[in-house]
């Protein structure tokens, strides 16, 4: 699905140097690097504060931590997602209220939201799947209206422009209260191991998430909060910093493979490409194609076979996962998420992709569908 080894041989040099100098200094914890990427961070999406932390799930426990809230507060997320979302909320003793995704979009459905909303409801965590932004101008709105918090997951989505009706853009993850990403390998901006971030405009929140990644703490040994730990290595932040500048050319690398996909496949008529909206850039996280016709099962066996990488995110809706069946209330059916479980499909999509291995894929799917 990736190709991280030819991406690593292009930035080689700076990595391979950073690293020796990580190795060098022994500074494998809290070395200059980590503040120097976060404030790299900070200038490239335009936010005030970039909390480093140790992978995208804890970015998420982190700021619902932050928020303050409490066991039984309900927290909503769409039901179509990775499961981080939800298992956090969960972990902590709130409540995760699963509600429908659109089926264009696959992000969380705005009347859903509003139709969730009971007095218990704290905050709204919008992901935004596969690389394009959710609505977040309507929820925004409605956060205000409800006085709820939102927490952007943007793991899939970073380096995505979000344009409000005004003409005013932000980069997705600086919208909400809070932002949390992923530094996963294979994420947009991956690194060579695990990290993650947490972002916010907000100095009180900013100095609070600080504090709760790090045991609590300002100052050694006086433990304010009840934190946890969580760190971004040195080692990694080398990765980042070298990897940052190249972000938006690695968007494009990717939106070219997209292009190409669509145009391939616009004559197929099992198939429906993504759709992109108006509101937000696509960053492609990942290529997902709707198989219309119910062969989506043996398209994945034939590809399969074919030894072309594809997967399924996600084959399951959240609430019908047995880890989350005691917190979900009795919902068993949510129309289009139950629809997308069953049609979607990802294909290879990466930063090195070439036009050759493109026209393999291409082909492959079209002699499936004849
Ligand atoms: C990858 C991902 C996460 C979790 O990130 P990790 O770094 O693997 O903990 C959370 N939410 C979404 C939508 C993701 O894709």
Redesign the pocket.
Known sequence: MVDVKSQYLKIKEEVDRGIQEVLDTTAFINGPQVKKFQKEFETYLGVKHVIPCA??????QIAMMAVGLKPGDEVIVPAF??V??AEVIALLGLVPVMVDVDADTFNVNIKGIQAAITSKTKAIVP???YGQAADMESIMKIAEEHQLWVIE?N??AIGADYTFSDGRTAKTGTIGHIG?T???PS?NLGCYG???AIMTNDDELGTLLHKIANHGQVVRYYHDVVGCNSRLDSIQAVVLSAKLPHLDAYRDARVKVADFYDAAFKDVKALETPYRASYTTHVF?QYTLKVKDGSRDALKAYLDEQKIPNMIYYPVPLYKQEAFKASSNGLDYLENTETLCKEVISLPIHTEMSEEQLAYICEKVKAFFG
């Open positions: 992978n995208g799930t804890d970015a998420l997602t990775y981080a979302t992901v935004h799947l997951d793991a899939q949390c992923s530094f996963y994420k695990d990290g993650g996280h």
